[in-house]
Nanobody
Framework: QVQLVESGGGLVQAGGSLRLSCAAS????????MAWFRQAPGKEREFAAA????????YYGDPVKGRFTISRDNAKNTVYLQMDSLKSEDTAVYYC???????????????????WGQGTQVTVSS
């Protein structure tokens, strides 16, 4: 069983920055990709960013492209989401997730991801 622990959420003014962290409890699991999703009240869970673990290739959803950066630290077994130029519409609960199947491309649909963190709230005030 893999546990994911997110941190780094909080309240920030529009135009500001936050960095989210997601630490995985174990290294011994298949890991195709790690991703960040977000869910605002009354909305569906939305893909934000992902990183292919083997190559480090990154992928972004259109709403965050050019403002968010996903990265990883293999030694710390951790993935990060640097969020810059934040907007009020970025307000959401942000979830870290792992797709454990290594025989497919990076997926952007939440139902392909096996393990999820508990979520961390990001609130951007305008």
């Amino acid at each position: 069983q893999v546990q994911l622990v997110e941190s780094g959420g909080g309240l920030v003014q529009a135009g500001g920055s936050l960095r989210l962290s997601c630490a995985a409890s174990t290294r011994t699991f298949g890991r195709n990709a790690m991703a960040w999703f977000r869910q605002a009240p009354g909305k569906e869970r939305e893909f934000a960013a992902a990183i292919k673990w083997s190559s480090g290739t990154t992928y972004y959803g259109d709403p965050v492209k050019g403002r968010f950066t996903i990265s990883r630290d293999n030694a710390k077994n951790t993935v990060y989401l640097q969020m810059d130029s934040l907007k009020s519409e970025d307000t959401a609960v942000y979830y870290c997730a792992v797709d454990s199947r290594i025989d497919r491309p990076v997926m952007v649909r939440a139902d392909y991801y096996t393990y999820w963190g508990q979520g961390t709230q990001v609130t951007v005030s305008s």
